[in-house]
């Protein structure tokens, strides 16, 4: 396992079994809560006996970019969408082709099928990706995924006690990151969501839902799995370092493997 950064973004890569440089890619991104750093999630979500290369890259204001709790927490309560989830997916959607272009020639990664996973804001990256159209991903795995930012914000204006003022600005920031909206641009990637049965039903579990829906309409291979006594994260807290996963997790990692391995053809 490899743990170092490219074209400026921290990333672990596991390489595959087989050895084979042609095998499939799976890119996958990490949670804001834990695991919040690539490190910590390649461990919680090892895609255990997937044959494939398997790069998880650290998310902008995460981990060794994270500008310091102080900082981060100031720009979050001032503009939690134009300072926080709005700047992190639009900044990790923007450089990974530049990550992916320094990944692949310095571990001889040849070109081959692509999937993409993430988690929480990582989902959002996910299919931000494949709906940019900056990946041709055969298969998406999301987990407790940001699929719609307003009921995410209104959640947290809830846990927080304040509230948010919607701009035009942070409109078309909710807007673009709509991904039950935007369902019609994931094209033919197939998709699996995977929420916890603990988590929050407005803004996880119910657009999880209406995304399988509106996939299957289009004629798109897309489930959705529930996980029983899971909230919304993936790792015990800080969720920092690497550690052993717990029993949600390794039941996560079957589902992402096992939809993975039949999408990329290695089952």
């Given at each position: 396992?490899?743990?170092?950064?490219?074209?400026?973004?921290?990333?672990?890569?596991?390489?595959?079994?087989?050895?084979?440089?042609?095998?499939?890619?799976?890119?996958?991104?990490?949670?804001?809560?834990?695991?919040?750093?690539?490190r910590a999630f390649a461990a919680a979500l090892p895609l255990a006996?997937?044959?494939?290369?398997?790069?998880?890259?650290?998310?902008?204001?995460?981990?060794?970019?994270?500008?310091?709790?102080?900082?981060?927490?100031?720009?979050?309560?001032?503009?939690?969408?134009?300072?926080?989830?709005?700047?992190?997916?639009?900044?990790?959607?923007?450089?990974?082709?530049?990550?992916?272009?320094?990944?692949?020639?310095?571990?001889?990664?040849?070109?081959?099928?692509?999937?993409?996973?993430?988690?929480?804001?990582?989902?959002?990256?996910?299919?931000?990706?494949?709906?940019?159209?900056?990946?041709?991903?055969?298969?998406?795995?999301?987990?407790?995924?940001?699929?719609?930012?307003?009921?995410?914000?209104?959640?947290?204006?809830?846990?927080?006690?304040?509230?948010?003022?919607?701009?035009?600005?942070?409109?078309?920031?909710?807007?673009?990151?709509?991904?039950?909206?935007?369902?019609?641009?994931?094209?033919?990637?197939?998709?699996?969501?995977?929420?916890?049965?603990?988590?929050?039903?407005?803004?996880?579990?119910?657009?999880?839902?209406?995304?399988?829906?509106?996939?299957?309409?289009?004629?798109?291979?897309?489930?959705?799995?529930?996980?029983?006594?899971?909230?919304?994260?993936?790792?015990?807290?800080?969720?920092?370092?690497?550690?052993?996963?717990?029993?949600?997790?390794?039941?996560?990692?079957?589902?992402?493997?096992?939809?993975?391995?039949?999408?990329?053809?290695?089952?």
């Open positions: 396992m490899y743990s170092i950064s490219a074209a400026g973004v921290p990333y672990v890569l596991e390489p595959p079994s087989s050895g084979r440089p042609d095998a499939p890619l799976v890119v996958a991104w990490h949670l804001m809560d834990a695991p919040r750093t690539e006996g997937l044959d494939a290369w398997k790069l998880y890259p650290g998310l902008p204001l995460s981990g060794e970019r994270f500008p310091g709790e102080e900082v981060f927490l100031a720009e979050m309560v001032a503009e939690p969408v134009l300072n926080g989830h709005g700047r992190i997916n639009e900044e990790a959607v923007a450089e990974l082709p530049g990550l992916l272009d320094e990944v692949r020639a310095a571990h001889g990664i040849a070109d081959g099928p692509v999937a993409v996973v993430g988690g929480s804001a990582g989902a959002g990256v996910a299919g931000g990706v494949v709906v940019g159209k900056v990946l041709r991903a055969r298969a998406a795995v999301l987990i407790s995924p940001l699929l719609q930012l307003r009921p995410v914000v209104d959640l947290l204006a809830r846990q927080f006690g304040m509230d948010y003022t919607w701009t035009p600005e942070s409109e078309a920031v909710a807007d673009r990151m709509d991904l039950v909206w935007r369902a019609p641009e994931f094209g033919a990637t197939a998709v699996r969501c995977i929420v916890g049965g603990d988590d929050d039903l407005d803004a996880f579990l119910y657009p999880a839902g209406r995304l399988r829906d509106m996939l299957r309409e289009q004629g798109v291979r897309a489930d959705l799995r529930v996980v029983n006594d899971m909230g919304h994260a993936l790792a015990e807290e800080p969720g920092l370092e690497p550690a052993s996963p717990t029993d949600a997790a390794r039941e996560v990692d079957a589902m992402t493997v096992e939809f993975l391995a039949q999408e990329l053809e290695l089952a």
